[in-house]
């Protein structure tokens, strides 16, 4: 799990690091690397390919956690409080009273931290999207306070970048940078996250692949792998999809029979505080002048969106059938070439 940016910010008003100098990905560079979407397309089309944030896959997660501090430590004042109230019937004496007071000072921070990390998961927006849009070669970020951050997509510096020295988790960032061309202003995260071994950077390089084809060579060379798509453009998602999106997180992960089990009933766990995060959660809207920008053509045979269970479904299916358009086949092993 992998919440940096959600909570905190981005390292910015900085130039590049070392290792992000090394690892530097170029728009016009093509990398021998199978493409991959990585369960992160809402909707694609001719014009414009939009993804979900990288957190949207553990969301309800901090809920979860955050709750069940807020409760235990309400329970355990409430418990104190109880116990000074039954103890003396002449009612609360001073070393009570010393007590509460300890643990309200004590407990009131921890609340309102928990509070704090509480609203960067529930009462924020169901998800942050991001637009690519290939027609104007535009990058639209839907930042976590609701505004938007419009880039081009030539002048976008885009990195895999160091973001959690605990867990050493690696993300693809996009840099705005200065007129300096030196410091960079803001960052935004592509949709997946993975740890910085070799197998865990060929996987970011891969959906780093699967955006860049998009973008310089248009939808054809990527949509025939897409088989899901997001259904939670306009909408939020279904309770059971929530439970599929978080029992997906570990899917495919090489990890011990034991530890597999503990993550499945830890996010069987996480379920009712996701559907917590959503209700409470607003739904993302794009500016007027970005949708008009981009609007989806009438029979474009590449317009794919999600059905309520995820499935890839065409919006056009007589202009796709006609031009060829369908699912292909699942994405390669990101590991492998191509050509």
């Excluded at 993300?171 to 940078?177: E, Q, Y």
């Excluded at 300096?180 to 780093?208: C, M, Q, Y």
């Excluded at 500016?287 to 059905?307: F, K, L, M, R």
């Amino acid at each position: 799990m992998d919440f940096a940016g959600l909570i905190g910010k981005f390292r910015v008003n900085r130039p590049l690091t070392e290792q992000e100098q090394q690892h530097r990905l170029h728009q016009k560079q093509h990398l021998d690397i199978a493409p991959h979407y990585q369960m992160s397309v809402i909707e694609m089309n001719a014009n414009y390919l939009e993804s979900v944030d990288k957190w949207y896959g553990d969301k309800g997660t901090i809920t979860a956690v955050t709750l069940t501090i807020i409760g235990m430590l309400v329970a355990l004042f409430a418990g104190l409080l109880h116990n000074a109230l039954t103890r003396d019937t002449a009612g609360i004496n001073g070393n009570d009273l010393g007590i509460l007071i300890f643990a309200a000072v004590l407990f009131c921070p921890l609340i309102a931290l928990a509070v704090w990390n509480l609203s960067k998961d529930a009462f924020s927006y169901t998800h942050y999207p991001l637009r690519f849009d290939r027609t104007r070669r535009m990058v639209h970020v839907f930042r976590k306070d609701g505004s938007v951050l419009s880039l081009p997509w030539d002048r976008i510096v885009f990195t895999m970048s160091a973001v959690d020295h605990v867990h050493k988790y690696v993300n693809i960032l996009g840099h705005a940078m200065a007129d300096d061309n030196v410091t960079i202003k803001e960052s935004f995260a592509l949709s997946v996250s993975s740890v910085g071994t070799p197998d865990g950077l060929a996987v970011l390089r891969s959906h780093w692949e699967f955006v860049r084809r998009f973008m310089e060579d248009g939808p054809a060379a990527v949509t025939g792998q897409v088989q899901f798509c997001l259904p939670i453009k306009a909408r939020r998602e279904s309770p059971w999809f929530g439970v599929q999106r978080l029992m997906a997180n570990d899917a495919g992960t090489p990890v011990m029979f034991p530890l597999r089990v503990f993550n499945a009933a830890f996010s069987a766990l996480v379920v009712p505080f996701r559907w917590i995060a959503m209700r409470t959660s607003k739904l993302p809207r794009w500016p007027t002048n970005i949708e008009a920008a981009s609007p989806i053509q009438d029979g474009d045979p590449y317009a794919i969106a999600g059905a309520a269970n995820g499935d890839r479904i065409s919006l056009f299916p007589a202009a796709a059938d006609a031009a060829g358009v369908r699912f292909t086949g699942p994405p390669g092993n990101p590991l492998a070439p191509t050509a």
